[in-house]
């Protein structure tokens, strides 16, 4: 899992899908006035069976759109000497944007936690957080607690 993987990128692509996403969720111009989403930005492409999009703990804090139906893998990984102190299990807001999905026969390396969603509309927090952190809202040090939204539209792309 290359943390490069897609980043060059990225700063071309965000500004041009997020005035993409605001124009289709607006109507673009036709049907009248819709509300406008929370700003998000394409997320990193997808690893694993099916997977449209993969976040990382490098994608911390941000907003990331995807399609209803589209896989979201997540993979949090801490070095080997700290997986005793490791991510905890992901946490999502609204199971019912994000459900989760079993990740059929997925073995993951010792200092890896991850997780599978499919994706409806809406929106969702995923959420976790490291030891001595004990829960995302606690005050922790920002490296102990990984966040990020996730919007979903219902049109494919």
Request: proline share 10%; glycine share 10%.
């Amino acid at each position: 899992m290359n943390g490069e993987r897609g980043r060059r990128w990225r700063p071309l692509f965000a500004p041009l899908a997020t005035a993409a996403l605001t124009l289709a969720a607006c109507g673009g111009g036709a049907g009248g006035p819709a509300a406008t989403p929370e700003a998000c930005v394409a997320p990193p492409e997808g690893i694993g069976p099916d997977a449209a999009a993969t976040l990382q703990v490098e994608d911390a804090n941000g907003t990331y759109c995807l399609h209803a139906d589209d896989v979201l893998t997540v993979f949090l990984r801490v070095p080997l000497e700290q997986a005793a102190a490791g991510w905890q299990p992901v946490h999502v807001s609204d199971q019912s944007v994000l459900q989760p999905m079993n990740a059929g026969v997925l073995t993951l390396p010792r200092g890896v936690t991850g997780a599978v969603y499919r994706a409806q509309p809406g929106t969702a927090q995923l959420t976790s957080v490291r030891a001595p952190c004990a829960s995302p809202d606690a005050g922790c040090a920002p490296d102990l607690v990984w966040r990020v939204s996730v919007v979903v539209s219902k049109g494919a792309p």
